[in-house]
């Protein structure tokens, strides 16, 4: 089963305004990313936010993580119509040694219109 | 270009055949992953190699047959398919010992018909 759920499912925006995306997984995580895929492509890694971490920014990106409430946000500010894309959030566990079985979410689709 | 390139990129094929997508990664990392995302965008980790070797099998039907020859391609034979094997799968690889992302290749289509 999936790790994450996203809130939205879907999101469709103006360009200029903010765009914020939900993430709530079940476990506990040694971090969570956030990652992004245009139609027909692969996935593009956003930024990566450890564990013991509450707020991260990446330009104009901004994503915080609450494990208390298992949960992360991933905000899009001044929105542009090239960051039309799915987000999908994944939560990296320990699986034996050093590796990261990273689990995907559902996935948000965002859509800005010029 | 540093990447991860797999090939081919479109897969039409009638059930019952056998196929095989290639995948190879010149960024050095050691660990590799196939991923399958279905229709609904769902993605799901089929497999990932660490140094050639298995290291994660999420119960994947015995017709899905990773290899790789070293750590810097995995392979995914696929033996019999079926419709349900339509989606499309995805190979990525980072460096395991350390929290970075992954980096995923642009994906293979497969269609079964």
């Known amino acids: 089963s999936q790790q994450g759920e996203e809130d939205p499912q879907a999101l469709s925006i103006q360009e200029g305004e903010n765009a914020t995306m939900n993430c709530s997984y079940k476990?506990?995580?040694?971090?969570l990313q956030w990652y992004r895929q245009n139609s027909g492509r692969g996935l593009v890694h956003l930024i990566l936010i450890r564990s013991n971490e509450r707020e991260k920014h990446s330009g104009r990106l901004r994503v915080t993580l609450d494990t208390s409430k298992k949960s992360s946000s991933l905000l899009i500010t001044a929105s542009r119509a090239a960051d039309t894309a799915s987000y999908f959030c994944?939560?990296?566990?320990?699986?034996?040694?050093?590796?990261?079985?990273?689990?995907f979410g559902t996935g948000t689709l965002l859509a800005v219109q010029p | 270009d540093t990447a991860v390139s797999q090939t081919p990129k479109y897969l039409v094929t009638q059930m019952g055949n056998d196929k095989s997508i290639k995948c190879e990664q010149n960024?050095?990392?050691?660990?590799m992953y196939w991923y399958k995302q279905d229709s609904k965008k769902f993605l799901k980790i089929m497999f990932s190699y660490n140094n050639k070797e298995l290291i994660i099998n999420e119960t994947v039907p015995n017709r899905f047959s990773p290899k790789s020859p070293d750590k810097a391609h995995l392979n995914l034979h696929i033996n019999s398919l079926e419709l349900g094997d339509s989606a499309v799968y995805f190979c990525?690889?980072?460096?395991?010992?350390?929290?970075?992302?992954?980096?995923f290749g642009s994906g293979t289509r497969l269609t079964v018909v």
């Open positions: 990525a690889s980072s460096q395991a010992a350390q929290a970075y992302g992954y980096t």
């Open positions: 476990t506990s995580i040694n971090n």
């Open positions: 994944a939560t990296a566990n320990n699986y034996g040694g050093a590796t990261n079985k990273l689990i």
């Open positions: 960024l050095g990392h050691d660990t």
